[in-house]
């Protein structure tokens, strides 16, 4: 697998990388990882995704929108290979 060094990434950015990361359990890296799939995905389908649309440049979500997530009892979880 290739490697990736980035340089002359803002302090307050990366400070924001490994909060966000560490509220969702994951490494920074891992984190990072993700959101480069995210990003290059959305590149090619060229539509934004609803949390996308919802969530402010910033990262947070929109003030006056409440998000719910839910699912029925008895629906599978299954995994979905975002690469």
């Known amino acids: 697998m290739g490697q990736l060094l980035v340089r002359e990434v803002e302090d307050a950015l990366v400070q924001r990388l490994k909060r ?3 509220a969702q359990g994951l490494s920074t890296e891992e984190l990072h ?13 060229g539509r934004a995704t609803l949390i996308e649309f919802l969530i402010s440049p ?3 979500v929109a003030p006056d929108v409440e998000l719910e997530w839910s699912r029925p009892r008895d629906t599978e979880i299954r995994e979905i290979d975002l690469s």
Request: cysteine-free; overall charge neutral; hydrophobic content about 30%.
């Open 33 to 45: 990882r993700r959101i480069l799939r995210e990003a290059l995905s959305r590149e090619e389908n």
């Open 20 to 22: 966000r990361a560490a």
């Open 58 to 60: 910033e990262g947070e």
